[in-house]
């Protein structure tokens, strides 16, 4: 498949100031040096604890937050030297759908308000034809034609995700960053939203970077997974290889919490010590070391690097587990 997206030593770095002047306090390395790319039509998951990094990186990638540095290549283009009308036409290509369905809704408006609302500002559609067009992406995410007059509160969690959705595919974008698309909802309504976006993926080409804590949605969704921790990436590998074939610890620690989908049987589950350490003051060395039960002195001196371990799978560890 044809490259689509991708990101090159990417870093976002935010001052935190404080104090009667306003003096910097320190910074918080939110995404540091991440490098990755992503296939058009592709799916890739990306997870890690919270406070990984995880929804900035997205976020940084829309250009929704200004990277520190690095480069964002999309469809051959250097995004990050786009401005004006050339930033603009990229919003057509580039979406996101947010985790939390209503607070990404605004109140006051309707529905066609809210998925129109591209149409009007990219000055696509306008009056009768505007309001065709949003009905037709009502029918396409399984809502009713009714529902274009209403307001948010009036639906549920899943209603509110499939307008979410509808807004984020209105104008066609070849690229949607789901961030959390489904933490919010019933399980039961998980499975329908997977469905819709599946079914979106393939009559629209969509590319997805799927940004969820829930593993068993990566292996059903994704082609590749991305595992991010302290705003660097452990390991990436094709789905299959890593829930068969980890090599990073903390990929093996994540996956031990899933549950055995057979009666009877366990994992034997491996239980992180101590916390997060902050992302103002990341530990030299193996940014993980402080927390894993394979840690050598390497380890605590020598930064590993992102290489790879055969069959498309790369990690950065100096001790990999397989």
Known sequence: MAELLR?????????????????????????????????????????????CGKSTLGRTILRLIEPTSG????????????????????RKEMQIIFQDPYASLNPRMTVEEIVGEAFTIHGIARGREREKRVRELLDIVGL?????????????????????IARAIALRPSFIVADEPLSALDV???AQIIKLLEEIQKEFNITYLL???????????TSRVIVMYLGKIMEMAPTESL??????????????AVPVPVPGSKRKRIILRGEIPSPMNPPPGCVFHTRCIYAQERCRKEEPQLLPRGGGVLSACHFPVR
Not at 144 to 164: C, L, T, V, W
Not at 211 to 221: A, G, K, P
Not at 243 to 256: C, I, K, R, V
């Open 7 to 51: 990101v090159e030593d990417l870093k976002k770095f935010f001052p935190i100031k404080g104090g009667l002047f306003g003096k910097g306090k320190g910074i918080v390395y939110a995404v540091n040096g991440v490098s990755f790319s992503i296939d058009r039509g592709e799916t890739v998951g990306l997870v890690g604890e919270s406070g």
């Open 71 to 90: 480069r964002i290549i999309f469809e051959g283009k250097d995004i990050l030297q786009l401005k004006g009308k050339e930033l603009r036409s990229l």
């Open 144 to 164: 009713p034609s009714d529902a274009i007059n209403r307001y948010p509160h009036e639906f549920s969690g899943g209603q509110r995700q499939r307008i979410g």
């Open 188 to 190: 039961s309504i998980q």
């Open 211 to 221: 940004i969820t804590h829930d593993l068993r949605v990566v292996r059903h969704i």
């Open 243 to 256: 829930f068969q074939g980890f090599t990073h610890p903390y990929t093996e620690a994540l996956l031990s």
